[in-house]
């Protein structure tokens, strides 16, 4: 099973509103990852979690918290967000180096 | 830094045509490399790698070759179908924690 799972599915928030994504693995992987994509762009790397301690941040702004609860769980809590910032939000697994697998999404809308 | 460069699209074909998207890259050492499908309104699903030279990886049809003296992984299907519309991504690892080098993507567009 190479199954991520992400929830919601879409979300729409307006500027002031405070929300998280939610993104789940039972693959045993220790390294999680999430990922910004805009419409018709790559995914852009935003942070990476390697054995449940956040090992990379790309200056990503602090509008985006990210947490790492345990190894199955990854969150991206929202605040304050602004236009420019929706898009599709990829949660991607794998082990500690190795094959990246990616979850469905969340498409998010700031309004 | 690492870096790929990856065919520009759309790329229009008719059914049952031979594709091409080729893609290069520069990195450090010998990266694993990946090619990565996306759907309309889908995430990113692993289409297939190869981890080192002369390795082929193979999925669906597709296949590609690591080529090391060229630095290249160019993705081929003998036969596509209109099923395989979607945009492709070139994928090397870098050695920086295992980060992927995302090429721009290749949108192809499969007609009956």
């Known amino acids: 099973d190479t199954e991520v799972t992400q929830t919601p599915k879409h979300l729409v928030m307006g500027m002031t509103n405070k929300k998280s994504l939610k993104c789940e693995q039972h693959m045993g992987h220790r390294a999680m990852y999430w990922y910004k994509q805009k419409a018709k762009k790559p995914p852009e790397l935003m942070f990476v979690?390697?054995?449940?301690?956040?090992?990379i941040n790309e200056s990503v702004p602090s509008r985006f918290s990210p947490e790492c609860p345990n190894s199955s769980l990854l969150n991206l809590h929202l605040h304050a967000l602004q236009p420019e910032d929706s898009a599709l939000y990829l949660c991607?697994?794998?082990?500690?180096?190795?094959?990246?697998?990616f979850g469905p999404g969340t498409r998010l809308t700031v309004l | 830094g690492d870096s790929v460069t990856q065919m520009e699209g759309p790329v229009t074909l008719s059914e049952e045509a031979f594709l091409t998207i080729n893609c290069t890259y520069t990195?450090?050492?010998?990266?694993?490399l990946f090619w990565y499908v996306q759907y309309p309104g889908e995430g990113l699903q692993l289409l297939l790698k190869?981890?080192?030279?002369?390795d082929k990886g193979s999925n669906k049809g597709f296949e590609a070759t690591y080529r090391k003296e060229t630095t290249s992984f160019h993705l081929e299907k003998g036969s596509v179908q209109v099923s395989d519309s979607a945009v492709y991504f070139c994928?090397?690892?870098?050695?920086?924690?295992?980060?992927?080098?995302f090429g721009q993507g290749t949108e192809l567009s499969v007609k009956p």
């Open positions: 190869a981890t080192k030279a002369d």
């Open positions: 979690y390697s054995y449940e301690k956040l090992s």
């Open positions: 994928a090397p690892q870098g050695n920086q924690g295992g980060k992927l080098i």
């Open positions: 990195a450090t050492g010998y990266p694993s």
């Open positions: 991607a697994s794998s082990q500690a180096v190795g094959t990246q697998y």
